[in-house]
């Protein structure tokens, strides 16, 4: 795997160097994604190799992560997942801990797939944003704003949606954008490059919500083909 590194020359994304920095950094003067850069500590695939994946997304609690026959490698590996969980919990978030074999996908997308392998934002009622890590498998990625369009506002896209809405382009259209998810969705501009989060990175990125000072973080889910590694990460 390339060394990770963040996008050159794009001021949206700041690295802290703590988990305190990273949970009091603020969302400001555009920055809408921050990164603690951080090396895995452990044997995650040891620990991923000892875990029952079923078909989907399956979640994991501590106790057994603990109760799991490990090396001394592999302990490091879950220390390092339970500390993390526990930073958060500490935040009174609700991280969650999943082990992934396969999302499910939009069995009929249409004019706009919504599902995680699709450029998205996040969005709240309510001030909020998203942590999330990737420890083992291939890492979630990001797309710069700059680099990006919301589906929606691609014309042919629009014309399409407007013909299964059945209406005009109004105030109702506008809630059934928003109802279906549609208008969280991005395509890459040509010649964009997204880029990775990285493994062992502890992320949080900005969700669309309705006071929101930044655009919120691009992001998907990567693109993996049958036969490659367990994802296991948490979001929060």
């Known amino acids: ?8 020359d794009y001021p949206h994304i700041k690295e802290v160097h703590s988990f305190e920095e990273l949970a009091t950094a603020t969302f400001e003067d555009g920055i809408n994604a921050l990164c603690w850069r951080r090396p895995l500590l452990g044997n995650f695939a040891e620990v991923v190799g000892l875990l029952e994946a079923r078909e989907g997304i399956t979640p994991l609690d501590e106790a057994q992560l603990e109760d799991l026959p490990l ?5 490091t590996a879950v ?8 930073l958060l919990q500490a935040l009174e978030r609700e991280p969650v801990l ?3 074999d396969g999302y499910p996908r939009d069995e009929d997308p249409g004019p706009v797939a919504t599902d995680v392998f699709s450029f998205h934002a996040d969005r709240a009622p309510v001030e909020a944003d998203t942590w999330l890590c990737t420890y083992h498998g291939a890492p979630s990625e990001g797309l710069r704003n700059d680099e990006a369009t919301r589906r929606i506002d691609i014309p042919a896209t629009r014309a399409k949606l407007l013909g299964i809405y059945g209406g005009a382009d109004d105030k109702g259209f506008l809630e059934f954008l928003a109802d279906g998810y549609f208008d969280l969705h991005y395509a890459a501009l040509p010649g964009a490059n997204p880029y990775s989060f990285g493994m062992g990175n502890l992320w949080r990125i900005a969700v669309d919500w309705p006071e929101s000072p930044v655009p919120p973080c691009i992001h998907r889910a990567p693109q993996t083909q049958p036969g490659d590694p367990v994802r296991l990460l948490f979001i929060s």
């Open 1 to 8: 795997m390339p060394p990770f590194t963040l996008p050159p």
């Open 71 to 75: 090396s001394a490698a592999g302990r």
């Open 79 to 86: 220390e390092f997942l339970l500390n993390d969980l526990r």
């Open 98 to 100: 999943n082990l992934i």
